[in-house]
Nanobody, 117 residues
């Protein structure tokens, strides 16, 4: 079992920045990929970014150039630096982990990000 706890969400004005953190605990030896997903009201959950243990990253087109995912393997923590935020980035952001980037099997409870116009 892996436990994931997100932090860093909040309210920010358009154009501002936020940094999300996700700390993993439990059977962390099983974790290769970690990532961030988001779900806006009335929409399906979607990929934001993923990162492997070796540092390979993948981003949704909508966040490329604005968001940066990073990882501290020693601290079992993944981060999401979000810059130039837009109202359409408003969503609950979920941290996830798994053996590969397209097969996440553990999820956090989410943290709300609200971007005001």
């Amino acid at each position: 079992q892996v436990q994931l706890v997100e932090s860093g969400g909040g309210l920010v004005q358009a154009g501002g920045s936020l940094r999300l953190s996700c700390a993993a605990s439990g059977s962390i030896f099983s974790i290769n990929a970690m990532g961030w997903y988001r779900q806006a009201p009335g929409k399906q959950r979607e990929l934001v970014a993923t990162i492997t243990r070796r540092g390979s990253t993948n981003y949704a087109d909508s966040v490329k150039g604005r968001f940066t995912i990073s990882r501290d393997n020693a601290k079992n923590t993944v981060y999401l630096q979000m810059n130039s935020l837009k109202p359409e980035d408003t969503a609950v952001y979920y941290c996830a982990s798994g053996p590969v980037a397209n097969d996440m099997d553990y999820w956090g409870k989410g943290t709300l990000v609200t971007v005001s116009s």
